[in-house]
């Protein structure tokens, strides 16, 4: 018998040849609907990093001049008749900028021409008169040159963001206003300087004199407190419930509340904290010692989850070489399971860290909302958080505190950024492939 007649099904067939000729036929039909989602994909892709730059941008526009603050050199006196040496605290020192301001334009009559005069230099800026006046009462009696901050909208006029062509009265600097600033810029009295306040100062109604060193310290507090109690508890949670706990119903139970708890939205835990923490503990209001352990209910579910990834990263030969030279269970998990498993448990506690410092919602159910000047120096000080801070100034009607919740986002998303990198740094520096 031939080969032919041995596989009759060898060859081709009047089934094959039509099977075939439909699937040559699709063939160009299916490699279309591949580019199309390809390039649907790609589309997708380019669409949302335009959004980001879009957003950077924007961000970059109206916050980075924040980082410089308007000063106009002044040639004060320090006259011995204001300052007497029994109450150098008390004295006028705006009267010293008044005269100062007085000499620089003397043909300035009226009281509302002296008022707009005035308005050139921050109403803060007494204060930084009297701090140096207070260290160096040496200077008493003399005149010397003084850099002092610009008011806010003279700010915004020297950096731009006020528009002269415009009428007079749809402006908040004057015709008179910008004509002393042009003569104040021609005499090399006027500069655009560093904005040390904006990261050494507090809140404050003032633009010019606001910071965020209070937030950026009172999110120090609480992501500290955060940190103190979810890692050790996250950590123990998680080798338990991987280690040593019997699988049944009730570890089942545990299992789906704490992956439940992982997705449920953060003002339910500000609602907690405030029930349970202020209402019921009476615990002090918008205080870092609070804010820490309404956040550290909202970061344990993440680092649990992370921490049993971690662990069952690790492979079974480890446990069994280990216990099969005669260690415990806990040796075991302790010695050598644990320290394996250890990186991807930092990952995860910066990720949920990371997490924790831009929320606010949960804060502001706590209190933590306040106005708050002086800088928190401990865990009960009153205090906000910086992305707290970020919503207030985003709801004041001044210019001036446009650039700076700009600029307050950029070294949030700074922070958040150092944190991701260390996080992703942690794990490629000690994560091991199996």
């Known amino acids: 018998m031939s080969k032919t ?13 039509r099977t075939i000729a439909v699937v040559r036929a699709s063939l160009p039909r299916r490699y279309r609907s591949e580019r199309r989602f390809r390039l649907l994909g790609l589309a997708a892709v ?64 009226g009281r509302r021409e002296r008022r707009e005069l005035a308005a050139l230099v921050s ?3 007494v204060y930084d008169l009297r701090d140096l006046v207070m260290r160096d009462p040496g200077v008493i009696g003399q005149t010397r040159e003084v850099w002092l901050k610009a008011g806010a909208d003279i700010d915004m006029a020297v950096k731009g963001h006020f528009r002269r062509d415009l009428p007079e009265a749809e402006r908040r600097v004057s015709d008179r206003q910008f004509a002393w600033l042009e003569r104040l810029a021609a005499e090399g009295r006027l500069e655009k300087r560093f904005n040390r306040t904006f990261f050494t100062a507090g809140d404050s109604r003032e633009p010019e004199q606001a910071g965020i060193w209070g937030a950026v310290s009172g999110s120090f507090f609480t992501l500290a407190v955060t940190l103190m109690l979810s890692f050790p508890i996250g950590v123990a949670a998680a080798v338990y419930l991987e280690e040593f706990a019997r699988k049944g119903r ?10 439940n708890l992982a ?37 344990l579910p993440t680092i649990i989850i992370a921490g049993r990834s971690a662990l069952k990263s690790v492979p079974p030969s480890i446990r069994e070489a280990a216990l099969g030279v005669g260690a415990s269970r806990m040796q075991t998990v302790l010695h050598h399971v644990l320290p394996l498993a250890l990186p991807g448990m930092l990952t995860g506690t910066i990720i949920g860290m990371a ?8 804060l502001l ?29 985003a709801d004041s009607p001044e210019r001036a505190f446009v650039e700076r919740t700009s600029a307050a986002i950029l070294v949030l998303l700074a922070f958040l950024v150092v944190m991701n990198a260390g996080a992703i740094w942690l794990r490629k520096r000690f994560e091991r492939r199996w």
């Open 263 to 299: 997705a449920v939205p953060s003002i339910v835990f500000g609602l907690l904290g405030l029930a349970v923490f202020l209402n019921f503990l009476h615990l002090p209001r918008s205080a870092p010692l609070v804010g820490g352990l309404v956040l550290t209910l909202m970061t």
């Open 46 to 109: 380019v669409l949302s990093l335009g959004f980001l730059a879009l957003m950077f941008a924007s961000l970059l526009a109206n916050g980075v001049s924040a980082f410089r603050q308007t000063e106009i050199r002044l040639p004060v006196h320090f006259d011995p008749e204001v300052l007497h040496a029994e109450a150098l605290a008390q004295a006028d020192y705006g009267q010293l900028i008044r005269a100062s301001l007085g000499r620089l334009f003397p043909d300035v009559e």
């Open 5 to 17: 007649q041995g596989h009759p099904r060898a060859g081709k067939t009047p089934e094959n040849s």
């Open 365 to 393: 159910m706590i209190g933590m909302v306040a106005f708050i000047v002086e800088i928190p120096k401990g865990f009960t000080d009153p205090a906000t958080v910086l992305p707290v801070q970020i919503y207030l100034w």
């Open 250 to 259: 009730i570890t089942d139970l545990i299992e789906v509340n704490i992956n």
């Open 355 to 362: 997490r924790a410092l831009g929320e606010s919602a949960p």
């Open 123 to 125: 109403s803060a800026a």
